[in-house]
């Protein structure tokens, strides 16, 4: 049995929150009798993830995923449950944990803007106390990895969007971390740099066996990096298992995209619904669990010259949202 790095046990964070109505008889009322309500951000949550994983953490916005990642970096202390990451609680030992974990948050930079990224390498190896001449190989390696040695003496704000997510990465790996938190890494990126850096956590996944927990809403992340994903809504966690499991537990439907020599003049068929269609090409939607795709494909070719025909998964991201709507 593999073992677990990060393991979550019933655990619940609730926020107490003062609520004042509008105007100076308001301010005046909450502070005589205020108004106290809670809000649960996590309730309850549970699950582990195996040394070596990457695991999406997805839901939408006000979910609990911050909350949850607040508390398994130590940031914030749970309300009840408990939590071990790296063999440590995190709240408990949040100094000692930060030197087994990294975190990056596409939106919250940690290099200095108007400095060179070489500048914030070198003071987290102080940071970190690391030892000099393990941390110029552990530097040269990822330099060479990410392509840095071009940029690296050029200042953060001369940079291009996606090299300062390299350098924000980079930083984030030269303690050697088991475990690496990624929060919307390709946040703002272009197609190009978005394939780049999906690459290198890859690779390093690989190379290293780090344990990655990646939050995103661009699924393309989710769909290149992770077999694994955990969904988590109001606070609880409504999925968590492989990828495809999603598909088939879901969703049942496929999309078939087919090109005719005829014009095309629709399918009448249960189960079946056109997407979008033109002159000489349509994508089908199909409910498999009323018709058998075989039935419509022989339907199709029986009606129309097919030129080409393609069947294809319903979209992860209409997948995720079709769990949203039943949570």
Request: proline share 4%; glycine share 6%.
């Amino acid at each position: 049995m593999e073992e677990s790095i990060i393991e979550v046990k019933n655990l619940r964070k609730i926020f107490k929150t003062k609520h004042k109505e509008a105007g100076f008889l308001g301010s005046i009322k909450s502070i005589i009798r205020p108004d106290i309500r809670e809000v649960i951000a996590v309730d309850d949550i549970s699950f582990k993830i195996k040394k070596g994983e990457i695991v999406a953490f997805i839901g939408p916005n006000g979910a609990g995923k911050s909350t949850t990642i607040k508390m398994l970096t130590g940031i914030l202390y749970p309300t009840s449950g408990n939590a071990v990451v790296s063999g440590l609680i995190p709240w408990n030992k949040r100094k000692k944990l930060a030197y087994n974990i990294g975190s990056i948050f596409g939106q919250k930079p940690q290099l200095w803007y108007h400095l060179p990224a070489i500048d914030t390498f070198n003071l987290f190896s102080h940071i970190y106390d690391l030892d000099q001449k393990e941390y110029k190989e552990r530097l040269n390696y990822l330099v060479g990895l990410f392509e840095l040695k071009e940029i690296i003496n050029t200042p953060v704000r001369k940079l291009s969007l996606g090299q300062r997510m390299k350098c924000e990465i980079v930083a984030s790996l030269l303690n050697k971390p088991k475990i690496l938190f990624l929060d919307e890494p390709t946040i703002g990126l272009d197609i190009i740099a978005k394939q780049k850096i999906r690459e290198l956590i890859k690779e390093l996944n690989q190379k290293e066996k780090v344990t990655i927990l990646l939050t995103s809403h661009d699924t393309q992340d989710i769909e290149r990096l992770c077999k694994r994903i955990i969904i988590i809504n109001h606070g609880k966690i409504v999925y968590d298992g492989d990828i495809d499991r999603l598909n088939k537990k879901y969703l049942k439907n496929k999309i078939i995209s087919i090109k005719f020599e005829d014009p095309f003049k629709g399918i009448d068929l249960n189960g079946v619904k056109i997407i979008s269609s033109e002159k000489y090409s349509a994508d089908i939607e199909v409910n498999t669990e009323k018709i058998p795709i075989k039935k419509v494909i022989d339907s199709l070719i029986k009606k129309y010259n097919v030129l080409d025909i393609t069947i294809s998964n319903t979209p992860i991201e209409e997948v995720i949202a079709n769990i949203y709507k039943q949570k």
